[in-house]
């Protein structure tokens, strides 16, 4: 079998190159946990303290418990962005899964595919022979780093630079340095859900079919409306597995709710395939 494990140590490359980025997006994500109300389990049951998470660790009472948190970050300093990560929302679920899913997962994603895009561009031939011995496509970059398995072994290691950079700083202060980039966020959420514009009218009825089930790929995609060029990748793979031919998705692209820069991203990982 193949030897993986270049792609693996390219993989956590570009994450070290990246961390000034993770760091500025997990500030980001803080921003606003010291307004919440803060809640713990008490006896099996999830109770309201009656205090804001920011007043709760004014006092330096910790922010997390026993029953619900994760073992290896128990051993917090009250008030901490670790501490806050260990503490339960008002649904009970604790917050370093919500960081997992809503930073750590993407941002993994987006470096795995960085590395894909890198390897393609500089290491043609051991690209194709590692997507050829994991039995996918080398055209396919998604299909590869899911078959490759690098995320897993990755989002530990991306957890483990948050926590050596954030861990021990008080909450207050990681909000404060990850407010101007969450209002840049929400902006961006704001433009992106505000004017949807309207897919172009077909013009050959020829593509009718292709159009269909490129909508149909889209919405099964998960992805933003209008797609951003970050998630180019997963539209691509979407419209692949929905049986779209290159020379489809180059067509029908045009007609569907997608920010120009993703056409020409998608255009671009066609070109080279």
Same mark, same amino acid.
């Given at each position: 079998?193949?030897?993986?494990?270049?792609?693996?140590?390219?993989?956590?490359?570009?994450?070290?190159?990246?961390?000034?980025?993770?760091?500025?997006?997990?500030?980001?994500?803080?921003?606003?946990?010291?307004?919440?109300?803060?809640?713990?389990?008490?006896?099996?049951?999830?109770?309201?303290?009656?205090?804001?998470?920011?007043?709760?660790?004014?006092?330096?009472?910790?922010?997390?418990?026993?029953?619900?948190?994760?073992?290896?970050?128990?051993?917090?300093?009250?008030?901490?962005?670790? &501490?806050? /990560?260990?503490? =339960?929302? *008002?649904? #009970?679920?604790?917050?370093?899964? @919500?960081? $997992?899913? +809503?930073? !750590?997962?993407?941002?993994?994603?987006?470096?795995?595919?960085?590395?894909?895009?890198?390897?393609?561009?500089?290491?043609?031939?051991?690209?194709?022979?590692?997507?050829?011995?994991?039995?996918?496509?080398?055209? &396919?970059? /998604?299909?590869? =780093?899911? *078959?490759? #398995?690098?995320?897993?072994?990755? @989002?530990? $290691?991306? +957890?483990? !630079?948050?926590?050596?950079?954030?861990?021990?700083?008080?909450?207050?202060e990681v909000e404060a340095e990850g407010l101007p980039l969450s209002l840049v966020r929400a902006a961006e959420a704001v433009t992106r859900t505000a004017v949807v514009p309207e897919?172009?009218? =077909?013009?050959?009825?020829?593509?009718?079919?292709?159009?269909?089930?490129?909508?149909?790929? !889209?919405?099964?995609?998960?992805?933003?409306?209008?797609?951003?060029?970050?998630?180019?990748?997963?539209?691509?793979?979407?419209?692949?597995?929905?049986?779209?031919?290159?020379?489809?998705?180059?067509?029908?692209?045009?007609?569907?709710?997608?920010?120009?820069?993703?056409?020409?991203?998608?255009?671009?990982?066609?070109?080279?395939?």
């Amino acid at each position: 079998m193949f030897d993986i494990d270049w792609m693996g140590l390219l993989t956590r490359e570009v994450l070290r190159e990246r961390g000034a980025a993770l760091i500025a997006e997990s500030c980001a994500w803080a921003v606003g946990l010291s307004d919440q109300p803060h809640f713990e389990r008490r006896a099996g049951r999830l109770v309201a303290t009656g205090l804001t998470v920011g007043e709760r660790a004014a006092h330096g009472r910790p922010l997390g418990g026993e029953e619900d948190g994760r073992l290896e970050l128990g051993d917090a300093r009250p008030g901490t962005f670790q &501490d806050a /990560l260990n503490m =339960v929302d *008002a649904r #009970g679920r604790v917050q370093a899964e @919500r960081f $997992d899913d +809503e930073v !750590l997962g993407p941002f993994v994603r987006d470096t795995c595919l960085q590395a894909a895009e890198r390897a393609c561009a500089t290491r043609c031939g051991d690209w194709a022979e590692l997507a050829d011995d994991l039995g996918e496509s080398p055209r &396919d970059l /998604l299909d590869v =780093v899911r *078959a490759g #398995g690098w995320e897993a072994p990755l @989002r530990i $290691d991306a +957890e483990h !630079l948050v926590l050596a950079a954030l861990g021990t700083v008080p909450l207050i202060e990681v909000e404060a340095e990850g407010l101007p980039l969450s209002l840049v966020r929400a902006a961006e959420a704001v433009t992106r859900t505000a004017v949807v514009p309207e897919p172009v009218p =077909v013009p050959d009825d020829s593509l009718a079919g292709a159009l269909f089930l490129a909508r149909a790929a !889209l919405d099964a995609s998960g992805c933003t409306v209008p797609v951003a060029p970050e998630e180019a990748d997963l539209l691509l793979a979407a419209l692949g597995d929905n049986g779209l031919e290159p020379e489809e998705v180059t067509a029908v692209l045009p007609h569907l709710p997608v920010e120009e820069a993703t056409i020409t991203r998608i255009a671009a990982t066609l070109a080279g395939r």
